[in-house]
């Protein structure tokens, strides 16, 4: 192989490293951002009384 070859390869190899590692970073802040969408979405749907009283029958 020769080394116009070598470093076409090499160039190509690094802009795709660079893709991956961008796509990845931006599904992280997606996912971060659904995660946090998602507990908000919990927490305002918890009824505070929820819990506090207890029926039982015998």
Do not use: C, T, W, Y
Not at 24 to 40: M, R, V
């Amino acid at each position: 192989m020769d080394i116009g070859a070598l470093s076409i390869a090499l160039g190509q190899s690094k802009l795709a490293q660079s893709v991956g590692i961008k796509m990845l970073s931006i599904a992280k802040g997606q996912a971060e951002q659904q995660g946090q969408q998602l507990a908000d979405m919990i927490g305002k749907s918890l009824d505070p009384n929820l819990g506090q009283n207890l029926d039982l029958r015998a």
